[in-house]
């Protein structure tokens, strides 16, 4: 009898074949949907640092421009430095004076158009690597994040941006990638695939140094003594009539002894000093805030701010002079100060705001043009003869000056200070995301 064998191992084969197409096809789909989701996430922390890199560069521009050193990789030009001949060969031009000029206005223009940014920085192990405009190229030590700083001011030929900004207003572009992709300022590097890129839009403001000038050559809060004769006479000027033409004012007496004033044309003198001035007599704080805007402890934390300390019963003028050669025009001088070296400090151009926080005593000549305020008690030892301050002098306790002294009231650098010193902070509210063009 024969015997009849089903062949059943080609369906077997086929069921198995037929499995495996159907694994491969989820396997597929999985593998694509997994590199999608990484290619997703890539782009996304690409994206998360672009926008850091660029918020990165506002914080950047913002500490650059309350910089008075060249710590920002701007090293120093032929520019001269803010004090006058007195100045060091090591002084530096700091990144505000080499990119900006701020005119009588408060008006901020642009002191070169460079074509390409005004400073690139680069991320890599050391941190962030910076140069500015004009300055020679530095290759970073690896591939990383980058920003590109473009200022918005006035043009160099003087017509307004678009739009008109206000007096002491800086605009910036800053683009932000995520890897060192060559040119960062345009779209190239998401096409070739190196990153991310964004730009965002800021704005920088500059809060006055000098928000209130004093309208007189010499102001106390306390007494105010004049003494000298002859040749060694203290002389008082305030030849501009629109601006008041008080020639001093003090909180207590007033002792002008045989001062030669000069006041604007036909008026009478002696009838410009007043003293026992009630708005004058105040607390110190008070007395302060009536010229800064703030209290001293608030106006200590201005940004651009240069301070000293001054060793204790020991000539300060050297520690004095290093700092306003390397500031911005803002120094404050923590503790009293005793001068007895000459010092001349600022220039009709680029005037000194001096702050010292405690009695000033002075036994040489000082040249100071701008605005000399001291907290404490003021003296002006006869050694101290030839002393000229072009600006003002404000005390807030007792003035006593002892030999020939010159004061005299110029309103031109006490507005610049008013409208072209002090600190940049970001300006709230003007952040915005700036499309590509």
């Known amino acids: 009898m024969k015997l009849h064998h089903t062949q059943t191992g080609g369906a077997t084969l086929l069921t198995v074949l037929s499995v495996l197409l159907i694994l491969g096809l989820v396997a597929g789909s999985n593998s694509r949907m997994l590199s999608q989701e990484i290619r997703t996430s890539a782009n996304f922390q690409h994206a998360l640092r672009a926008a850091a890199a660029a918020e990165s560069g506002a914080d950047w521009l913002l500490a650059a421009l309350n910089s008075s050193t060249a710590t920002f990789a701007c090293p120093a030009s032929a520019m001269p430095p803010v004090s006058s001949a007195s100045s060091s060969p090591d002084s530096v031009t700091p990144f505000r004076s080499r990119m900006l000029a701020i005119d009588e206005l408060g008006l901020i223009q642009l002191r070169a158009t460079p074509p390409g940014p005004h400073a690139s920085c680069t991320q890599s192990r050391a941190g962030w690597q910076c140069q500015c405009a004009g300055d020679e190229a530095q290759a970073a030590e690896a591939p990383g994040s980058q920003f590109h700083v473009q200022l918005n001011a006035l043009s160099s030929n003087g017509k307004p941006s678009s739009p008109p900004l206000r007096p002491g207003v800086l605009q910036a572009l800053i683009s932000g990638c995520s890897a060192q992709a060559k040119p960062c300022s345009d779209e190239s590097a998401l096409l070739h695939g190196v990153g991310a890129s964004t730009r965002i839009h800021v704005q920088m403001a500059l809060v006055s140094a000098l928000p209130l000038p004093p309208s007189a050559p010499l102001l106390a809060r306390g007494r105010v003594t004049l003494n000298g004769t002859g040749s060694n006479a203290v002389e008082v ?95 404050w001088v923590d503790g009293p100060a005793q001068l007895s070296s000459a010092l001349e400090l600022g220039n009709a151009e680029q005037p000194i705001l001096l702050i010292i926080q405690g009695a000033t005593t002075m036994n040489a000549a000082m040249k100071l043009h701008g605005l000399l305020y001291s907290h404490g008690p003021l003296t002006l030892e006869p050694g101290a003869a030839g002393t000229q301050i072009h600006g003002a002098l404000v005390v807030g306790a007792d003035l006593h000056v002892q030999g020939a002294a010159l004061f005299n009231f110029e309103p031109e650098r006490l507005h610049a200070l008013q409208r072209r010193h002090g600190s940049f902070v970001r300006l709230p509210g003007s952040w915005a995301p700036q499309p590509w063009s």
């Open 237 to 331: 000027w305030n030849r501009h009539p629109d601006h008041g033409g008080w020639l001093a004012q003090a909180g207590g007496a007033l002792d002008n002894g045989s001062a030669l004033l000069k006041g604007p044309p036909g008026s009478h003198a002696p009838s410009l000093l007043l003293a026992h001035q009630q708005d004058l007599s105040v607390a110190p704080a008070a007395f302060f805030q009536l010229y800064f805007g703030s209290s001293p402890e608030q106006y200590a934390r201005h940004a651009a701010l240069s301070r000293v300390v001054c060793p204790l019963a020991q000539d300060c003028a050297p520690q004095l002079r290093a700092a306003v050669d390397q500031s911005l025009g803002l120094v």
